[in-house]
């Protein structure tokens, strides 16, 4: 699953348009001479506007002179009012006679009055606002795209969740190891709560803290961290900022426990064509080096967010009997493998295989979704933590990002340290 954005973020709907240059066409470029039957020339632009030098132009419109020239068989100028009035004032002497109300009417037959124009501008208007609010809540409602967008530009993401001050953190160690389930070196990142302190070397006790196993004996319980598309195990500090977070937890007096990230690539969690299989990892070279530091692995709890998210669900469906509760934040999920982001799957059969989206929960594993109503993996999480009969849930104003997963962790957290308390 991809992180940042997973995917997604299907980010904010824009108004596209179209850029074109400039009509560099005038007017008056490109005039066309059309001369009548009688050979006079008649001024027309080449895009059909009269032309302004007072000739009549193709259509018989009157020009500026409001005169216009017709040539009689004989080839002899005949001057008329463009209307067919009488001949115009000076031209034979007789005064021009008035257009008589019929007339008038007639003439005005066909031409839109002011009132038609305004009303059916008003209508036009009001019809394509409806269009549009009708087109807004479509996509709203996602049955057209762009659903994250627009609500991303009518919600926004919401405050970023902002790390905790003022705590005393607990030891956060970083190790780098070779991976023969990956074929790669690969880096395991360890947050403690406070109190807690890795083994050193040599076996000695950590002054002024304790070992993975507590003073009663009771082995440190743990929560695997899986990161998102394009992030790595260092997420868990540098992004997440959760040694902070999981030291305010504790101070307000959740049960407490480890959290482990290992770098898994752009794997999506699962075994690939190409022989990477960062689940064998997690199972094979992970938990036991972690069982080394003295925590509990027989049963652990897994947080993760996009393709981390998906990676936790994964998981648990495959191995209930080792993973107690999965607390997921905007996990990458889709319907079918033609919806899936490119590289996520090796193929269709792949995809069938490790599917998590319409497979139901797994047998004793507690659920928690969370994900940001502009998240554009917001709709298939509704649609898994109904499927999962999510214990608890978080769909608040959100988008996939940092701020968004920080915002939602402090409430994962207490939820995460029931489960494994239980």
Same mark, same amino acid.
């Given at each position: 699953?991809?992180?940042? +954005? ?33 050979? @006079?020339? $008649?001024?027309?632009? /080449? ?6 030098? =007072? ?31 009488? !001949? ?6 007789? !005064? ?10 007639? *003439? ?13 501008? %008003? ?18 409602? $996602? ?19 902002? !790390? ?16 023969? *389930? ?24 950590? *002054?002024? =803290? ?6 009663? =004996? ?12 394009? $992030? ?5 500090? %540098?992004?997440? *900022?959760? !040694?902070?977070?999981?030291?305010? %937890?504790?101070?307000?007096g959740i049960a407490p426990f480890a959290l482990a990230a290992v770098d898994g690539g752009e794997t ?17 070279? #992970? ?24 990676? =936790? ?10 993973? #107690? /509760? ?25 995809? @069938? ?20 109503? %502009? ?27 940092? $701020?968004?997963?920080?915002?939602? +962790? ?6 995460? @340290? ?5």
């Amino acid at each position: 699953m991809r992180s940042g +954005l997973g995917p997604e973020q299907r980010s904010t709907p824009r108004a596209v348009g179209g850029t074109g240059g400039p009509d560099d066409t005038h007017p008056l470029k490109g005039a066309a001479r059309e001369h009548p039957a009688g050979g @006079a020339a $008649g001024g027309r632009t /080449a895009d059909g506007a009269p032309a302004a030098d =007072g000739a009549r132009t193709a259509h018989g419109a009157r020009t500026a002179r409001g005169v216009a020239r017709e040539h009689s068989a004989d080839g002899t100028a005949d001057e008329r009012e463009a209307d067919g009035g009488p !001949p115009a004032s000076g031209s034979t002497g007789v !005064p021009p006679r008035l257009p008589s109300l019929q007339e008038r009417l007639r *003439a005005e037959e066909g031409r839109p009055s002011r009132r038609r124009v305004l009303v059916a501008g %008003a209508g036009a208007v009001l019809g394509v606002a409806g269009l549009a609010a009708a087109a807004s809540g479509a996509v709203y409602e $996602g049955w057209l795209p762009g659903r994250p967008r627009l609500i991303r530009a009518m919600e926004g993401c919401g405050a970023p969740g902002t !790390p905790p001050t003022g705590v005393s953190e607990g030891p956060v160690t970083t190790t780098t190891f070779r991976s023969a *389930a990956r074929g790669r070196d690969v880096s395991l990142v360890v947050a403690y709560p406070p109190g807690y302190a890795p083994p050193p070397v040599g076996g000695a006790g950590a *002054a002024g =803290g304790r070992r993975g196993t507590g003073a009663s =004996g009771v082995r440190l319980p743990l929560c695997l961290v899986l990161h998102g598309r394009g $992030g790595s195990a260092r997420d868990l500090a %540098a992004g997440l *900022a959760a !040694p902070a977070y999981l030291a305010a %937890a504790t101070a307000a007096g959740i049960a407490p426990f480890a959290l482990a990230a290992v770098d898994g690539g752009e794997t999506y969690w699962h075994r690939r064509a190409d022989g990477d299989d960062p689940e064998k990892m997690l199972l094979d070279e #992970v938990l036991p080096r972690l069982a080394a530091q003295g925590m509990r692995v027989d049963r652990f709890a897994v947080l993760g967010w996009s393709m981390g998210g998906y990676g =936790g669900l994964l998981l648990a469906r495959r191995h209930p009997d080792r993973v #107690v /509760a999965v607390a997921a934040s905007s996990p990458a999920v889709w319907d079918g493998y033609r919806d899936a982001a490119p590289g996520a799957f090796d193929s269709a059969a792949d995809f @069938a295989a490790n599917r998590v989206l319409g497979v139901g929960p797994a047998r004793g594993v507690t659920y928690r979704i969370d994900c940001g109503n %502009a998240d554009p993996f917001s709709r298939p999480a509704h649609e898994l933590a109904t499927q999962l009969g999510a214990a608890e849930r978080g769909f608040p104003v959100g988008c996939h990002d940092f $701020g968004f997963w920080r915002r939602q +962790l402090p409430t994962q957290l207490a939820f995460l @340290a029931r489960t494994l308390s239980d």
